[in-house]
T-cell receptor
Framework: EAGVVQSPRYKIIEKKQPVAFWCNPISGHNTLYWYRQNLGQGPELLIRYENEEAVDDSQLPKDRFSAERLKGVDSTLKIQPAELGDSAVYLC????????????FGPGTRLTVT | DAKTTQPPSMDCAEGRAANLPCNHSTISGNEYVYWYRQIHSQGPQYIIHGLKNNETNEMASLIITEDRKSSTLILPHATLRDTAVYYCIVREGAQKLVFGQGTRLTINP
């Protein structure tokens, strides 16, 4: 079974530039998550999707961050414009449902903003 | 904020049992205890979860105290590949996973 796929794995951009991250969840998983992980910290949930619907985006900085999950499968997380403080690892995860005990995480995208 | 408290780091010799403690004194009756781990440069990986009974799977054992205020994750025969950050999380139903800083476990040869 293929795992959660994320791209790119690494991204370096200058501040004020836009950036986008892509995630392909495990086939059949209805729930998709985006997390941000700062250095030395545990992951923090940014947004959760149930199929195409964003059901928990309370931690998403909506002034510069946006996300979409077209057709309830792949998802894209965008930052525009990026700030120095956005440097982090962005993790995507998926699960069968929101109450599933196991979330499957991708390898993450390491973003460096200079 | 995370509802659990874990030691920041631990060491264990290869081949020995690694016992990772977690305090969750404010756990409610419907909250499960979950353990995930994160190996360097990888995403977190689910290990095990439990409500009140002890649980065992191919990766580890979870021992939960009778009052449910603390638990211990046991890796019975630690290998170098078990070096990782281990997160103890309490969660009810579809609530989000709230990761703390975890315990950095180092397995020494």
């Amino acid at each position: 079974e293929a795992g959660v796929v994320q791209s790119p794995r690494y991204k370096i951009i200058e501040k004020k530039q836009p950036v986008a991250f892509w995630c392909n969840p495990i086939s059949g998983h209805n729930t998709l998550y985006w997390y941000r992980q700062n250095l030395g910290q545990g992951p923090e949930l940014l947004i959760r999707y149930e199929n195409e619907e964003a059901v928990d985006d309370s931690q998403l900085p909506k002034d510069r961050f946006s996300a979409e999950r077209l057709k309830g499968v792949d998802s894209t997380l965008k930052i525009q414009p990026a700030e120095l403080g956005d440097s982090a690892v962005y993790l995507c995860a998926s699960s069968w449902t929101a109450s599933s005990y196991e979330q499957y995480f991708g390898p993450g995208t390491r973003l460096t903003v200079t | 904020d995370a509802k659990t408290t874990q030691p920041p780091s631990m060491d264990c010799a290869e081949g020995r049992a690694a016992n990772l403690p977690c305090n969750h004194s404010t756990i409610s009756g419907n909250e499960y205890v979950y353990w995930y781990r994160q190996i360097h440069s990888q995403g977190p990986q689910y290990i095990i979860h439990g409500l009140k009974n002890n649980e065992t799977n191919e990766m580890a054992s979870l021992i939960i105290t009778e009052d449910r205020k603390s638990s211990t994750l046991i890796l019975p025969h630690a290998t170098l590949r078990d070096t990782a950050v281990y997160y103890c999380i309490v969660r009810e139903g579809a609530q989000k996973l709230v990761f703390g800083q975890g315990t950095r476990l180092t397995i020494n040869p």
